[in-house]
Each structure stands twice: as C-alpha cells, then as structure tokens.
C-alpha cells in the first residue's frame, strides 16, 4: 500500500473503503458477497481483526476495524490479494455468473495497467484509512456506513439493509 496515509498505528481503529476497481457492482451476487464475509469472518477468528461498524454495498465496502497483533495495513494487503483470487476464482467457475467474459476482461486489463502487470486486478489501490482520534469522529464514520444503503435508496432505515452492522441479523459479530 502506497498511500500517504497507511494504516500502521498498532492498536488503533480506522475506518477503512475497499472499491471494486471501475465502481462495478459484483456483490449484488449471492456468492461473491458471501465470499468476502466469509473472508472477514476468517480475519475475525485468525488474524487478531476487530470489526465496530461495516456496510457491504454492490461495489465497495466500508468498515470500522481495529487490528490486534500486527498493523492493519499487513491485514488490508493479504485480505486485498486473498480475496481478489478468491473472487475471480469464483467469477471463473460459478456456474451462474451471467457476466463472467465481461467482468474477467475488465479485471484482467485493469490487471495490465498495474505496476505489477498482474492477471487480474480487482481492488482500487486506495483504502483511505482514517485513524479515529475521537469519539465524534468514530460516531460520525459509524453513521456515514449504516446511511450509505439509505443515501442509496436501497432502503429506508440503517437496520433494514442486511449486510451491515446496522441491520440486528447482520452476518459479521461485532466488537465492542
């Protein structure tokens, strides 16, 4: 991770986006979006991850987490490049994907514009993390990522969008 801010204060909560490269919506599939839990799910329980707050939208992701044991710009870069296989894998082989040539010649010429000229590309480089100082600054970003599906129009209340800390039945245990 290149950026000018990087996520290395041991201990600290930020407040972290993932992007899709070109806003291309692949969590509107089941299976996808079911991967990526599953992967901050395996974080939760193996690498030291704290998650306070996160929304799932169609193309990006947003979260409030905290990383025990190491920084959280280690666990961005490995969760980044793990999940980014796992999901052109999945892209490649579910039988129901319905874009698969479209979306694997996207990613794979988004993978011909990186410096390491890789197959794939699949994450924006860019994580924007945001150390949370304060305790307004923490409910501030909390309520930025339980409104962005109401912003959206894909629901009416924070509680009512599932993949999301707001909603009761969200899929990802929460830290206090």
């Known amino acids: 991770m290149s950026e000018r801010r990087k996520a290395n ?6 407040f972290v986006t993932f992007t899709v490269l070109g806003w291309v919506d692949v969590f509107t599939r089941k299976v ?3 991967e990526l839990i599953k992967n901050i799910q395996y974080s939760q329980h193996n690498k030291g991850l704290r998650v306070f707050a996160y929304v799932i939208m169609s193309n990006h992701v947003h979260m409030i987490v905290q990383r025990e044991g190491g920084t959280l ?3 961005i870069r490995d969760f980044k490049s793990f999940t980014a296989k796992r999901i052109i894998h999945l892209i ?3 039988p129901d994907e319905s874009r698969r040539d479209w979306l694997l010649t996207y990613f794979r010429e988004q993978g011909k514009l990186t410096a390491q000229s ?3 590309a699949f994450w924006a480089k860019t994580n924007h993390p945001t150390e949370l100082f304060t305790q307004l600054f ?3 970003k909390a309520r930025y990522i339980h409104m962005n599906p109401v912003v ?3 629901v009416t209340q924070p509680e009512h969008y599932l993949l999301s800390s707001a909603h009761p039945d969200g899929p990802l245990q929460l830290n206090a």
Request: net charge negative.
């Open 9 to 14: 204060v041991q201990g600290a909560a930020y």
């Open 92 to 94: 490649e082989t579910h």
């Open 138 to 140: 923490y409910d501030q």
């Open 118 to 120: 890789r197959e794939y």
């Open 152 to 154: 959206a129009g894909i």
């Open 32 to 34: 996808l979006a079911e």
């Open 73 to 75: 710009a280690e666990w």
